[in-house]
């Protein structure tokens, strides 16, 4: 996502909130209440088990290399003896858990990524942000299109039915249109093309009217890439005057190329131990999913500023409140 120049005000802390914002607040909060309920069970009505999300590992997502990571610090504590990092996302338990005991998965995670403090007023990212992860052993990305269109398009047409005084308050009834499936799919080199390396994820995002998929992204070792085209099997889903909302991929389960992989991006391998094992053993199955940042949808739906406002409790980089 592309810094914005524009000023945007910071999330206050609830107890700075005056009555009419607490009102907007509450608002918001319906909202997201209202996403949840409708993510989670189109999920459910789907086959997918709900899975509990943990907090500390002693393996978790390396976000690297990532073109739109801006970490500033990672977070490794010791206990029992052992180092854990907090969950940056739950792509690696997905993994495993998808190639054993839970074919289909969901989990609402929360995510920590230390964000640059300059990132307070790109409106889109917060310290900690709360994500959908998703997985399904033998998906494709086309089967991942598809469900994904199926919750969201389901979740537009419910709020704007259910939630139409909010969303009239928030002054989004009009403008949030209910999405048409098919999306439309683009990829990065062309995108990159028409609008520059580094613009082309803002300019997508001002151009489009409708919900947008982009294939074909450098990025994790676990996002499948094709070593004889070069081409990458992941997405990214874009949503219209926001950017991106969804990140996923086709992933990567054999051991070579898994090895090879974290060998070029020189991650460290001995926190991607049972991962390497599990697919040196050929326990690791092929799987497809992608996780739904939850801040991000909701604020597209109420039409936010700064999606620090769709969190009770603000996690606005740089900024640490009380609670
Ligand atoms: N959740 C993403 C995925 O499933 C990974 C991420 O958040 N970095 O691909």
Known sequence: MKDKPETIQIPKPLEQLSSSELERKACIGKIMTFTLKSLSDTYVK?????????????????????????????????????????????IIHKLIASSTAYPKLFILSPNIRIEKAARAETGKHIYEFTQLDFEARDATSKDVMDLVEKALITLVKDLKTEMKGELTSLCRCDSLKVPKAPFKVCDRVELEAKYGAEGWEAGLAQEIEEPVWVTNIPREFYDFEDFKTGRWDNYDLFLPQFGEVLSGAKREWEYGKILSKIERDKVKKENYALVLNMAKEGRLKPSAGGGIGIERLVGWVAGVKHIGECQPFPRVPGIVNEL
């Open 46 to 90: 789907e086959g997918f088990q709900w899975l509990l999300p943990v907090a500390l590992s002693q393996s978790t997502d390396p976000l690297w290399p990532d073109p739109g990571a801006s970490i500033e610090k990672r977070i490794e504590v010791d206990i029992y003896g052992k180092p854990v990092r907090t969950t940056a996302s739950m």
